[in-house]
């Protein structure tokens, strides 16, 4: 009846599409994903990969070949911020507009990195392919239906133009910003819709470098020549990226970007009217801020710049949309192997809709100030980058005990509170030492004191009741892990409490102290979690 079967469809090979491919044969599935385009970018786009995302690639198994990418320190780029100039050969003089904090050995395991997708996609998809993925490029979504057991899509050969029926238990839309998964579902998208237009111009400038004193940015901004242009090489090698606004409503376009043109405009944003430069692509796009009303429709999924986009504010589109890519794979894995319920994949749309919407209200913050038209109460309302990309928080079903309700609050508090990714602490295990974040991807993890055994009894007990990957482990001499002593104040805990962690590494629910019943508590707990009840 059908061409082609698959658990999953994925539409779109993107950073987004190929992790959540990533993800989900981690988990033992064989995701089909097809992609229109004939191979994966070709051009160093969203370059910045935050910690969170690299402890992502970490739990993949992966972060070796991520990390083998790097082209020199490209966290010096990341240290010197977000400046503003009037040529780039004026950089000693410019102003620094957001010198947003990095992570570190205490808050994390991973530090951030400079990468152009043109090189982290490849390892994305072979990693994927070698775990069990089908990766179909040249190929385009026609159109789909679903019904109570699954979804039905026509696809098409781009060459050939042959098309077949693939039919799958869900669909991922990670197909961009004009989202053909969107469309066709019919989802609108609410914001400020667009804010400008901008052409990105790649290219090769042997001497800028030396005219710039070799300093290192994640952006900077030139205003020379009456256009605000913004500079990269946040990967840390050729190609440079400028991006020159335009203005469609004075009657301006593309088009009338010449090769001599772009030459031109980095020449002046230079501040160097004969500097050498090739031009090597150019690539018109929109900066734009809208979030789509609902992430999730039925048995189809929008991830990525396909559920929201905004004005490039320092990595939140990719970096957020491989979130979206995790947080969904471990709750579909947990829904197809029977571990969870339907409700679980609800909590998709309530944790990270929020987010998306708070992300592109940040995102619309930074665009003001580095345009120079920032309102009264911006810098006050601006949170830091990495409370974006990590100190994020969330509410819904699959957490219980949250406090609050602000998805991004001003400081970074990562204490073992409900709903907050776990805290990174040093432990040792059988004489390796490990990050407690390597302890969470496939399963739920229960951590309590050297003297929980109980609570490790309770897990056992309702895992087997409930069918649910638990894994318990007690931390403390003679525990299971040992630590420094410290673990137990980074989680929030007095003697005698447990912390239940996620797959994702988020803390679904703790008990400073002691309880009773901690059988029956955590049986419960679990059991709302996952989707199966109160």
């Known amino acids: 009846m059908y061409d082609e079967t698959a658990p999953v469809l994925i539409v779109g090979a993107g950073p987004v599409g190929l992790s959540t491919a990533v993800f989900l044969s981690r988990r033992g599935f064989r995701p089909l994903l097809i992609e229109k385009r004939a191979e994966t970018s070709f051009l160093p786009r969203a370059p910045g990969l935050q910690a969170r995302t690299l402890e992502l690639f970490r739990s993949a198994g992966l972060i070796d070949k991520i990390r083998a990418l790097e082209t020199g320190n490209s966290r010096e780029h990341f240290a010197g911020g977000i400046l503003r100039t009037r040529t780039f050969a004026e950089i ?39 775990a069990g993925a089908r990766i179909q490029f040249g190929v385009r979504l026609i159109e789909f239906s679903q019904d109570q057991a699954g979804v039905t899509a026509i696809v098409e050969d781009t060459g050939t133009g042959r098309r077949w029926t693939v039919r ?20 609108k998208r609410t914001g400020r819709g667009n804010v400008f237009n901008a052409l990105s111009i790649y290219f090769r400038a042997p001497k800028l470098e030396e005219v710039m004193g070799g300093r290192k940015f994640i952006l900077c901004y030139a205003h020379a020549g009456g256009t605000m242009v913004g500079l990269s090489r946040l990967h840390g090698r050729d190609p440079w990226l400028a991006a020159p606004l335009y203005h469609p409503e004075q009657g301006e376009s593309p088009d009338d970007f010449t090769d001599e043109r772009c030459v031109e405009v980095v020449r002046t944003a230079a501040g160097v009217p004969d500097l050498a430069v090739e031009v090597l692509a150019k690539v018109p796009w929109e900066g734009a801020q809208l979030v789509a009303e609902r992430f999730r429709s039925g048995r189809v999924f929008l991830a990525g710049d396909a559920a929201h986009v905004h004005p490039p504010a320092g990595g939140f589109g990719a970096n957020t949309g491989i979130h979206d890519a995790h947080n969904l794979a471990w709750k579909l894995a947990a829904v197809m192997r029977r571990e969870a319920g339907d409700a679980l994949l609800d909590t998709y749309d309530a944790e990270r809709r929020p987010l998306g919407t708070a992300m592109a209200e940040q995102a619309m913050v930074r665009n003001r100030i580095r345009h120079g038209k920032a309102e009264a109460t911006d810098p006050g309302e601006m949170v830091d980058d990495i409370i974006i990309t990590l100190g994020y928080r969330y509410f819904s079903t699959a957490v219980v005990g949250a406090t609050g309700s602000q998805v991004l609050r001003p400081e970074l508090d990562l204490s073992g509170e409900p709903g907050t990714r776990a805290p990174h602490v040093w432990l040792h295990r059988d004489g390796e030492r490990l990050s407690a974040l390597d302890l969470f991807d496939d399963a739920f993890v229960l951590l309590t004191g050297a003297d929980g055994d109980d609570w490790v009894k309770a897990a056992e007990l309702a895992a087997e009741r409930l069918g649910v990957p638990l894994r318990a482990y007690r931390v403390g001499p003679d525990g299971d892990l040992t630590d420094d002593g410290t673990w137990a104040a980074s989680y929030g805990l007095e003697p005698g409490g447990a912390v239940l962690v996620r797959p994702d590494a988020f803390v679904a629910w703790r008990s400073p102290g002691a309880a009773p019943d901690a059988e029956d508590l955590l049986g419960s707990v679990l059991s709302r979690i996952t989707g199966r009840g109160k």
Not at 94 to 109: K, N, T, V
Not at 168 to 187: N, P, Q, T
């Open 92 to 130: 000693a003089d410019a102003e620094l507009l957001e010198s947003p904090s990095l992570d570190g050995p205490h808050i994390s395991p991973e530090a951030v990195m400079g990468c152009g997708q043109d090189r982290y996609e490849k390892v994305l998809a072979e990693h994927a392919t070698a």
């Open 168 to 187: 799958a238990a869900y669909l991922v839309g990670a197909d961009g910003a004009r989202s053909h998964v969107r469309e066709e579902l019919g989802i």
